[in-house]
């Protein structure tokens, strides 16, 4: 905890400093109903460690996901995260070094980006990926401006199926730019309508944005929508579950020509809020309409090999109309924990993620299947999360869930009414155990599926 004493003469000295002659006049603007009248109802002045003691008291209270048994996803997912990826971040080297923003920014931290956009590269099999973005939404968004600005066109068509939250980041970031975006609805499969697609694409679309797996877990026809993009002219974006990739075809196989995701599952906590981290990949030719920064590793006269900084289209450098992109940080310990969470674990360890996932899901899928009241509107064709339709509202069961120490899944109700107030989504990691199945089976079991 740190401590920070003012005295009088210090709170003097500030006000002096904004311009204000006492502490109320520097509220004035802040409406009187919402400000406190008088003190603050606090206990008399006690000592360090009773301080320290309350709080810790208090602190106890919480009941954080990490003690509980996790069923939410939606882009934020429950893993294992191996101790050397905490070890590795921790180091003062990396832990307390500033954005990388100068060309002359160390070379190991220059290495472990460029090592992190090989990795993304690999498993996108796309040909460029950058040093990364704030999260899976603004990587989104930034690569919907990088496809206008490729393709010189202004109309996007995107899934219908992306949660309401993110639409929300693309309508802010498009604003500014006059884009025309249409969002395609889905069809009772739970999949993108690729009737109402081929209606609306056309020579005037600069890129279609679809997400494998959707929002609801299921599995799009990524290679009709990505023939249906090329026919048209315009860019196939793919927002992509990264752990996905280790048994999914990679966007890169099936024509994709930008491919953003959300790298939370790659060695971060869920944190509820951030930090995460969004990544973004391209084809070659498109590099020089990348957001943010370009490592590369090159050979010095010597030949010894080095790191250097390509590309960063940045206003700061270029003028601010020729600028790609606005972003001005890069998130360097999150792509940091990215790169060792994934060279801990290395291709089969990867894969074995993936593949726990995606198994343990069917298995729960297939433990409530036989429950009465509960119904998959969207079948089996997916990955690693589902919508199930409850016969009680979703708050109910939910918040019956968390009383037993289960985060049974995320209401749907707010973002997709069309599904009523009784589809929630849940995931399944591979953090997840055959008791965690069973514990959620018969929670639902006696709080909705056996009415």
């Given amino acids: 905890m740190s401590y920070i004493q003012n005295t009088n003469q210090d709170r003097e000295e500030m006000l002096k400093a ?75 080297e990396f832990y307390t070094s500033y954005t990388p923003y100068q060309a002359e920014v160390s070379q190991g931290t220059l290495q472990s980006i460029y090592e992190y956009q090989s990795m993304i590269c690999g498993l996108t099999s796309m040909e460029v990926a950058n040093a990364s973005l704030y999260d899976g939404a603004t990587a989104m968004a930034e690569s919907i401006l990088m496809a206008c600005s490729v393709k010189r066109k202004d109309k996007v068509l995107v899934s219908g199926s992306i949660p309401g939250r993110m639409k929300s980041v693309l309508r802010s970031y498009t604003l500014g730019g006059n884009i025309k975006m249409e969002y395609i609805p889905f069809t009772e499969d739970g999949t993108l309508d690729i009737g109402k697609l081929k209606e609306e694409v056309g020579p005037d679309t600069a890129a279609v944005v679809m997400a494998q797996p959707n929002y609801f877990g299921v599995i799009e ?66 590099v020089r309409k990348s957001p943010g920064r370009l490592i590369s590793r090159t050979a010095d006269v010597d030949g010894n090999t080095g790191y250097v900084m390509t590309l960063q289209t940045r206003e700061q450098h270029i003028r601010r109309g020729r600028a790609t992109s606005n972003i001005c940080t890069n998130e360097g310990l999150c792509a940091l924990a990215a ?45 690693q999360e589902f919508v199930i339709k409850l016969p009680v509202p979703a708050d109910q069961f939910l918040k019956e869930a968390r009383g037993r120490g289960v985060l049974a899944g995320i209401s749907l109700a707010e973002d997709f009414p069309q599904l009523g107030d009784s589809a929630i989504l849940t995931a399944v990691t591979e953090r997840r155990s055959r008791e965690d199945l069973i514990l959620y089976r018969d929670l639902l079991s006696r709080t909705g599926g056996g009415k």
């Fill in 339 to 383: 790169s060792v969470y994934l060279a801990t674990l290395g291709e089969d360890g990867f894969r074995e993620v993936a593949l726990q996932s995606a198994s343990k899901a069917r298995t729960l899928y297939d433990m409530i299947s036989g429950l009465p009241g509960c119904s998959f509107p969207f079948g089996n064709n997916f990955f």
């Fill in 221 to 286: 026809k990524a290679e009709e929508i990505s023939s249906i993009a090329r026919e048209s002219g315009s860019l196939l974006v793919s927002y992509v579950d990264p752990v996905s990739l280790a048994v999914l075809t990679p966007p890169g196989e099936y024509g994709a020509d930008i491919v953003v995701g959300e790298g939370q599952s790659f060695g971060l906590p869920q944190n509820f809020g951030g930090p995460l981290l969004g990544f973004i990949a391209t084809k070659k030719k498109y």
């Fill in 18 to 92: 904004i311009g204000v002659s006492s502490f109320e006049e520097l509220l004035k603007p802040v409406s009187s109903e919402f400000r406190v009248k008088g003190g603050l109802d606090l206990p008399g002045p006690k000592s360090e460690a009773e301080v320290i003691s309350e709080l810790d008291r208090l602190a106890a209270r919480n009941n954080p996901a990490s003690s509980m048994k996790s069923f939410l996803g939606g882009g934020v997912y429950d893993r294992f995260i191996p101790a050397a990826v905490r070890y590795v971040l921790s180091r003062s």
